[in-house]
């Protein structure tokens, strides 16, 4: 199914011709050089006058070649080589007529022939014999309604197309002036910037997800969505998040207000309301930008269609993208990262149109509560790797969000292996605000204890808000008022960064008339807790509100350090020596610097090791249907430190022996192991046996929550299906994760494993 994730064009087709009239692309470095450009030509001239006709793959190089420089697409072969490469790129796609580019389309799968159906037909007409430049100049120009007017009618690929040709300060230009609030609020609005809270806990903990929210509030913070990750998809475990924090919200009376969302899979969401009525909110799905990719995601444009038009009451759905998802997952399909972002967009902008069709029907007036969230960063350095990137990956997709009418919020993040700071993200915010996006991300901190990477924190939403004047959603923020966080002028109060404040609060709405002394031990107790299950809580503040606490900020930087060291760790031969019938495996990956740059060459075998996975097939036969593979993943440290590995696979094994699991005797060590090299390894030893086959893989998780925490993927497919190279792909495996001894025990950890593996089997 899936491509590896660097894909170089080693040969590029079309040949040299003389004359003024030839256009050469060829790879420097791996990246594309474009010589002996006419003055006057567009795209499609030179690209014939060269090679005699239209060929796909030279357009698609050059549409990558206009982008600013990203390691994204360098890796796929579709980066300029140098500045004027670029200048060149650029100079013929901005001479190129809307028309004749959509006459071409860069890739045709069932998502474009549904994008360019969500177009005006009357808007067409406004661009279609114009050329990019002169689009982007209406743009730049123009008012907000008639930027509106004539973005309705531009294809996806065609917005993607002109961010390319703008500067950093053109596209803030843009974002200053186009605005889609969501229905009926200012989220979106001008001069409004909203926040998404993300109360995350590595253990679905209930307690840990409402103190976050209480924190945020306490803050004056979190007016979009009270959106968590869940480490569980078990319907179950989803449905008692959402009524959690469903229950927070009815209890302050502002469900009217502000929704809450579980950002499971749509259909353990839609589970999870079966078995729950009333339960969900808004509905979160990831969205890729061509069918392949989204194939990962386990959504079909059927799917997504259907549940679009089920959503006609007041909450639709909630989107999160980000440049580089698709071709990390293989699927590329040779052309660059901005245009498959725009293309997450206009699939956006298709369903949102389905919400709205649905309310209609439903005798409602029309009016999609739908947002997106460009997760800008958390991939990693295969992506891009500086601070200069992530901003103007942020600005590009702003603007192609506000060009697809969506109400566009970010999260302006980054991972521990990339060459951006806790400092670097301060200075992200500070270039990327001007453009207005509608939110950001709000967690305790700028470190999410769950997922590992950076983002932004409650106390920058205050920074922000007090730098450059923006305002929160006026329902909520006189919310804010009357819980006394704020003063009537907006000021932080004497309860401002206290959550045993709005606990007391939310006590008292429950009708609770114990003392306030009582209720506030009890609160202090619970915030005990949860800081000593690793989640984070904010209270109070540094030198001015906008600011951590000195020895929170100290933590966090602590925090930061342990991680670092932990992402270039490697697992020691005294380690080693300790893991039982131990068969040692390697990637591809040179070293631990090739391993973190070029994640690709982690997640195919070494030579040797393929060779050894068949000398094991053959020694095993068909004795076995369970085989454990442990890597060392993006924290070495997770499986080396004590009370981890051993206590696992010691319960682990025991329990599977227990419900008729024949387990292999050894346990497969990868260094510099991916996900993926698991499925390889089961593609090699499986592939073609008979019966259900599983491969147990268990890995460090990326380091930065302060936990040094590992997963366990769950892959569990038949013989015939492990045959199939690439067939087996994270869309058909479970993962069990968080598992510290500080997070999810490591035997709970093994108990859930098992869990889970049997209802694989039952199902």
Same mark, same amino acid.
């Given at each position: ?68 420089? =990203? ?6 072969? @579709? ?50 014999? %114009?050329?990019?430049?002169?689009? =982007? ?73 409402? !103190? ?7 803050? #004056?913070?979190?007016? @979009? ?20 924090? /469903? ?10 207000? %502000? ?28 969205? #890729? ?5 989204? *194939? ?12 679009? #038009? ?12 980000? *440049? ?19 293309? =997450? ?43 200069? *990137? ?36 301060? !200075? ?9 996006? #509608? ?61 045993? !404040? ?7 709405? /429950? ?135 051993? @206590? ?73 299906? !492990? ?11 479970? @993962? ?11 035997? =709970? ?7 889970? %593996? ?6």
């Amino acid at each position: 199914m899936r491509l590896p994730r660097r894909q170089f064009v080693h040969t590029l087709i079309g040949s040299c011709f003389s004359g003024a009239l030839s256009l050469r692309l060829t790879m420097a470095s791996e990246k594309i050089a474009v010589d002996n450009l006419e003055s006057g030509s567009d795209l499609f001239s030179q690209i014939r006058q060269s090679n005699g006709k239209f060929q796909i793959e030279e357009y698609r190089k050059l549409l990558g070649a206009a982008n600013e420089f =990203k390691e994204g697409d360098h890796a796929i072969g @579709v980066a300029a080589a140098d500045n004027e490469a670029r200048f060149r790129a650029r100079s013929m796609l901005a001479k190129t007529r809307i028309g004749q580019f959509d006459a071409h389309p860069v890739f045709e799968d069932e998502l474009y022939r549904l994008l360019i159906q969500t177009r005006d037909p009357q808007a067409i007409r406004l661009s279609e014999n %114009l050329t990019f430049r002169q689009v =982007k100049e209406r743009i730049l120009s123009g008012d907000e309604q008639s930027v509106k007017d004539i973005a309705a009618g531009l294809s996806s690929d065609a917005i993607g197309c002109i961010v390319k040709l703008m500067t950093n300060q053109e596209l803030v230009a843009v974002g200053q002036k186009v605005f889609t609030p969501l229905p009926g609020t200012q989220i979106g609005a001008k001069g409004y910037l909203g926040a998404r809270v993300q109360p995350n806990s590595p253990t679905d903990n209930l307690d840990d997800i409402r !103190w976050q929210v209480f924190d945020a509030w306490s803050y #004056a913070v979190g007016d @979009v969505v009270l959106g968590t990750n869940p480490v569980s998809s078990d319907p179950r475990s989803v449905a008692a998040i959402e009524l959690a924090l /469903k229950d927070v919200l009815e209890t302050f009376g502002i469900d009217d207000a %502000l929704p809450h969302c579980v950002l499971a899979h749509i259909d353990v969401q839609a589970e999870a309301e079966r078995l729950h009525p009333q339960s969900t909110a808004l509905w979160f799905q990831s969205i #890729a930008g061509c069918d392949t990719a989204n *194939q990962t995601f386990d959504i079909t444009l059927e799917k997504m269609l259907k549940y679009a #038009a089920s959503r006609d009451g007041k909450y639709g759905l909630y989107f999160e993208t980000g *440049q580089g998802a698709d071709f990390t997952n293989g699927h590329s399909h040779g052309f660059d990262m901005v245009l498959h972002e725009s293309r =997450k967009y206009g699939f956006a902008r298709a369903l949102q149109q389905t919400v709205a069709t649905a309310q209609q029907a439903a005798g409602k007036t029309p009016a999609p509560w739908v947002h997106l969230n460009d997760v800008a960063g958390f991939i990693g350095p295969e992506v891009f790797r500086s601070r200069e *990137q992530l901003v103007r990956c942020c600005l590009e997709d702003i603007v192609m969000g506000k060009l697809h009418n969506l109400t566009i919020g970010l999260d302006v993040c980054s991972t521990l292996h990339m060459d951006v700071s806790l400092d670097d993200l301060d !200075w992200c915010l500070d270039q990327i605000m001007p453009a207005n996006p #509608a939110y950001l991300m709000a967690l305790p901190t700028k470190i999410d204890p769950m997922l590992g990477y950076l983002t932004t924190g409650y106390q920058d939403h205050v920074r922000l808000r007090e730098k450059f004047g923006f305002k929160v959603n006026d329902a909520i923020w006189a919310f804010f008022k009357e819980l006394q966080v704020i003063d009537e002028h907006g000021k932080p109060t004497q309860h401002f960064g206290n959550p045993l !404040w709005v606990y007391l609060q939310y006590r008292r709405c /429950k009708g609770d008339t114990r003392t306030d002394q009582a209720i506030l031990d009890e609160g202090h107790t619970e915030i005990q807790s949860v800081r000593q299950r690793g989640v984070f809580l904010a209270e109070g503040y540094g030198a001015n509100p906008g600011e951590l606490s000195r020895d929170l900020n100290r933590a966090i930087r602590q925090i930061y350090k342990d991680a670092k060291e932990s992402i270039w760790a490697e697992l020691t031969s005294e380690f080693i020596a300790t893991i039982p019938n131990c068969l040692m495996l390697h990637t591809q990956s040179v070293d631990r610097n090739d391993y973190i740059l070029h994640p690709s060459t982690g997640e195919v075998l070494s030579a040797p090791s393929e060779q050894a996975i068949r000398k094991l097939r053959q020694k095993n036969t068909n004795e076995y249907d369970v085989q454990i593979v442990i890597s060392d993943g993006l924290n070495a440290n997770s499986i080396m430190d004590q009370g981890h590995l051993e @206590v696992f696979l010691e319960t682990l094994r025991p329990q599977l022996a227990t419900v008729g699991y024949r387990v292999a005797n050894e346990n497969l060590l990868i260094t510099s192991g991916r996900v993926r090299a698991g499925y390889r390894i089961g593609e090699n030893l499986f592939g073609g046996l008979s019966g259900q086959r599983t491969i147990l893989h268990v890995i460090g998780e990326r380091p930065g929550t302060g936990h040094h925490t590992f997963s366990v993927y769950i892959t569990s497919e038949t013989g015939k299906i !492990w045959s199939v190279p690439g067939k087996v792909d994270h869309d058909v495996t479970k @993962v069990v994760s968080g598992i510290a001894t500080t997070a999810l025990a490591p035997a =709970k950890g093994a108990d859930e494993t098992v869990r889970i %593996l049997k209802a694989i089997s039952n199902a």
